[in-house]
T-cell receptor
Framework: GAGVSQSPSNKVTEKGKDVELRCDPISGHTALYWYRQRLGQGLEFLIYFQGNSAPDKSGLPSDRFSAERTGESVSTLTIQRTQQEDSAVYLCASSLGGGRTEAFFGQGTRLTVV | GENVEQHPSTLSVQEGDSAVIKCTYSDSASNYFPWYKQELGKRPQLIIDIRSNVGEKKDQRIAVTLNKTAKHFSLHITETQPEDSAVYFC??????????FGTGTRLLVSP
């Protein structure tokens, strides 16, 4: 596709359920980022994938959060046993050359935990 | 790890005035500094960036300056227009790796 695609656009889940968010980066982009943005807040770094290197997981807030990426393609962010404080927009971004070139963001997944 | 501070958190100006947003970073290994604009309900988009081997960069009404010694960089918007109203985020990339964002500045340009 022409841009970064995220699915679903919106997700409402019950507290305690697991959710899986998907990100399709721009073809050929080796770097992929996940961020969390709470309402009216900034971009909180979660995890960074660069090619075949070990991912930088330093931003994951708890062991309920995990992410995977297959090669240089699709990534999934999984949140287990969701809690109300997980409610936020989850943004994915990709870039051609890691932290040296423009990162393009997806439209985000708005997660609401009820 | 890298820590990016951004000021002010909100900025209100009259149309035609200039706006300046300032950021400081902590990791001397950071060498790429992009600025993103996020309009209400939309995704962040790059508006300008600067690399550590350059002190200043301009693109029409926007400019960015970098002081590596002091570890700070600034965004300057001249002749502001109502459509400049948005949240602006600075970022730094230690070692050309992950993007670490500042906390954002909400800019309001009044007609």
């Amino acid at each position: 596709g022409a841009g970064v695609s995220q699915s679903p656009s919106n997700k409402v889940t019950e507290k305690g359920k697991d959710v899986e968010l998907r990100c399709d980066p721009i073809s050929g982009h080796t770097a992929l980022y996940w961020y969390r943005q709470r309402l009216g807040q900034g971009l909180e770094f979660l995890i960074y994938f660069q090619g075949n290197s070990a991912p930088d997981k330093s931003g994951l807030p708890s062991d309920r959060f995990s992410a995977e990426r297959t090669g240089e393609s699709v990534s999934t962010l999984t949140i287990q046993r969701t809690q109300q404080e997980d409610s936020a927009v989850y943004l994915c971004a990709s870039s051609l050359g890691g932290g040296r070139t423009e990162a393009f963001f997806g439209q985000g997944t708005r997660l609401t935990v009820v | 790890g890298e820590n990016v501070e951004q000021h002010p958190s909100t900025l209100s100006v009259q149309e035609g005035d200039s706006a300046v947003i300032k950021c400081t970073y902590s990791d001397s290994a950071s060498n790429y500094f992009p600025w993103y604009k996020q309009e209400l309900g939309k995704r962040p988009q790059l508006i300008i960036d600067i690399r550590s081997n350059v002190g200043e960069k301009k693109d029409q009404r926007i400019a960015v300056t970098l002081n590596k010694t002091a570890k700070h960089f600034s965004l300057h918007i001249t002749e502001t227009q109502p459509e400049d109203s948005a949240v602006y985020f600075c970022a730094a990339t230690p070692g050309f790796q992950k993007l670490v964002f500042g906390t954002g500045t909400r800019l309001l340009v009044s007609p």
